[in-house]
């Protein structure tokens, strides 16, 4: 082995499956008002309108979940201070202060899925309705409560809502699609964790095993779907309606900031570190934070270092869609969320002004954090959402972290910067399961 030879460029780190961090060349302070995506173009007007809509049917939400009458049907987590893990993970005092944005505890999907997976079931479920005249375009909250009714529930058993998913976003779907009445079947892949299947299936759920991985599942339930008119496909790969429910969750978080004296400016600048699997959350809450809080929030995206299926399509450009497997990767990881082989494309395009860079973990260090994570804040997360918790030492310790800092101006602001790091979910991870990483962690620290 000759040190004086390796190659440490992200692309080579990614080739040997080590830990990397890339930053985006391409990332622009200052945004145009709408943004080109898939052919059309979405603006901060579009979050405004998922926020809305998300309003519009909390009434509804309420009585059909009871976990959601304390909130009276919002869907959302809370902002949590993290000092106490803040050396575990390497950021110095003097490096800015750790929260996390604590999506593991949404409720009704248990992930990040309550965003954006709700809100589609919904757009779609209200179509209908104004469509079949259950309810005028310009209902209020209170009139959508007649969704639970007989006649809409009547109407929409007529149809199916169809997801592929490694999980979590099937739970999502699958549990508000049945809860309004639809048909709900969920394509997954025969990996996919055996607890989110039983799960759905008890909530009256089909679903569907399909050899390949996650792609194949997608592939396979977007094909049946698209025979049949009578069904609403959920692409994850490409869903806007998706992207923007995510990207609502910006909004809650300015006033969260607001709340707990979190000053967002050029001398105050926020570092997000959102866990990505196909690329559509994280693209979501990154379009929807750069609009609501401006150019001196950065967002880092955190893969697995098998799946890092984004960082290589930022490294392409829109020319090309590579899969982990063309560079030599497994796609294995026990982080089931992000065990995705080929980004989204759409999410790609948006993100290419946006974000401010990538960066792979081992599936170790994830299991290492979960317990950190436990330890110090008594939170329980799932290994995908462990992610982002090597964003803040890789970004501050590292040569090519501290290199872009000082490019950006950003390393005198360091001391007054904050971390958020997204934690995206582990609510309804079973205790056996979430005790066996807790030892695997455990086992890994010494
Ligand atoms: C889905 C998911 C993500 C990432 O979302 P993508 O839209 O696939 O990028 C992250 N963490 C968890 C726990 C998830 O379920």
């Known amino acids: 082995m000759n040190q004086g030879l390796e190659d440490f460029t992200p692309a080579a780190l990614l080739r040997r499956a080590e830990p990397c961090l890339w930053l985006n060349p391409q990332r622009q302070a200052l945004l145009p008002a709408a943004l080109p995506v898939a052919g059309g173009c979405i603006g901060a007007q579009d979050t405004q309108a998922a926020a809305a809509r998300l309003a519009r049917f909390a009434p509804l939400l309420a009585r059909l979940f009871p976990e959601l009458a304390a909130s009276n049907g919002v869907i959302e987590s809370p902002l949590l201070p993290a000092a106490g893990l803040q050396q575990a993970l390497g950021l110095a005092p003097g490096q800015g202060r750790l929260w996390i944005k604590a999506d593991h505890r949404l409720p009704v999907a248990g992930s990040i899925k309550a965003r954006g997976g709700i809100h589609e079931v919904l757009e779609f479920a209200e179509g209908l ?27 929409f058993a007529r149809y199916t809502v169809a997801v592929g998913s490694t999980g979590n976003l099937g739970l999502g779907i699958g549990v508000a699609a049945s809860a309004l009445g639809f048909r709900a079947v969920v394509h997954m892949s025969l990996e996919a964790k055996e607890w989110k299947k039983e799960r759905l299936r008890r909530r009256g759920v089909q679903v569907v095993e399909h050899a390949g991985d996650y792609e194949s599942a997608v592939a396979a339930g977007r094909a049946q779907a698209a025979a049949d008119p009578y069904s609403h496909f959920v692409d994850d790969e490409r869903s806007l309606s998706l992207l923007l429910g995510y990207s609502a969750a910006a909004l809650h ?4 900031l607001l709340d707990a004296g979190i000053v967002v400016d050029a001398a105050h600048p926020l570092f997000v570190y959102l866990p990505c699997g196909v690329g559509g959350a994280p693209a979501g809450i990154t379009f929807g934070l750069r609009h609501v809080l401006g150019p001196h929030v950065h967002c880092f995206f955190a893969e697995p270092v098998q799946s890092p299926c984004f960082m290589l399509q930022m490294m ?19 982080a089931d969320g992000l065990a995705v082989p080929r980004a989204s494309l759409p999410a790609a395009e948006l993100m290419a002004p946006l974000l401010s860079g990538c960066l792979t973990v081992r599936d170790e260090t994830l299991l290492r954090q979960l317990v950190q994570v436990l330890e110090a804040t008594g939170e329980r997360i799932e290994p995908s959402a462990a992610a982002g918790f090597s964003g803040p030492g890789m970004l501050t310790g590292s040569d090519a972290g ?12 360091l001391p007054r910067a904050t971390h958020l790091v997204w934690t995206t979910g582990g609510l309804f991870v079973p205790d056996e399961e979430y005790e066996r990483f807790v030892q695997r962690g455990r086992a890994l620290a010494v």
Not at 135 to 152: F, N, R, V, W
Not at 253 to 256: A, S, V
Not at 405 to 410: E, K, M, Y
């Open 129 to 155: 309705a104004v469509q079949h005249g259950l309810i005028s375009a310009q209902a209020c909250p209170a009139d959508y409560l007649a969704l639970a009714e007989p006649a809409a529930r009547t109407l």
């Open 253 to 256: 978080l300015r006033q969260q």
């Open 316 to 334: 392409a450009g829109q020319g090309g869609n590579p899969s982990v497997y063309d560079w030599g990767l497994s796609n294995q990881t026990e």
């Open 402 to 413: 501290q290199a872009w800092l000082r490019g950006q101006g950003l390393l005198a602001h």
